[in-house]
């Protein structure tokens, strides 16, 4: 079974470095806040 975090990276296509870090739903607003960052150190290129 996944995490929640680990689903919304799946559905999401999220890979390394990116990650879930938080998810927060208000069913009272039905809304789904999802927070996506990066490891630290991580390099990009443009």
């Known amino acids: 079974m996944f995490s929640q975090k680990e689903l919304f ?14 998810v927060n739903f208000d069913p009272q607003d039905g809304k789904s806040d ?4 990066f490891e630290a150190g991580s390099e990009f290129f443009l």
């Open 9 to 22: 990276a799946k559905a999401l296509m999220v890979e390394k470095p990116w990650f879930i870090q938080e």
């Open 34 to 37: 999802i927070w996506i960052d």
